[in-house]
């Protein structure tokens, strides 16, 4: 692949070295702070008619990480997209969290104010489908403490860097969680899983 672009170079190259891959001809990174302008660069390459590969940080790429726009312009501008599947924390969340996963609904990162948040969290206080959502460390005792205002006390589960060194994943009711995680805030990145609105999942 003569072209690879990736959300952090540092992060990129370490992976190529500890792996044994050569590093490509071009290498430069895309992130939420210049992806339009790394777009029209690589559509330039594309146009070219090099191949481009586009590597995030951990996750999948496109789901809550850069991407998406990549994507998008690239199908616009005519171009195939290949996507070789990978580790998301979206899915291994949902099947570690032992909620039912016949239905779920991905719904990134709550609003960071606490009314916003409820107010969101309120809209989905009925709905069957398990939900799961991204949260930064620091936010996540006040979110868990809102989910338990707004939807009652559910299961639910809260999972940190998975598949990732220092993996850590906590089942139990949402009163339990948000008193655990408002006395103590963990490190990486935390996906949280809520069963939806099931009496065999709830609890008054």
Known sequence: MPVLVCEDTRVTRKLLSHYGIPTPRVLFSAHEHNEHRSVRRILGYLDAGDD???????G?????????LMIREARAAGHAVEVYPGASAVVTALVASGLPSEAFSFLGFPPRKTGQRQNALARLAERGDTLIFFESPHRLGGFLADAHAVLGDRRAAVCANLTKMFERIDTGWLTELAQKYEAEEPRGEITVVIAGNSPKFRRS
């Open 52 to 58: 481009v590969g586009y590597c995030s940080d951990a």
């Open 60 to 68: 999948m790429p496109g789901v809550s990480d850069p991407g998406f």
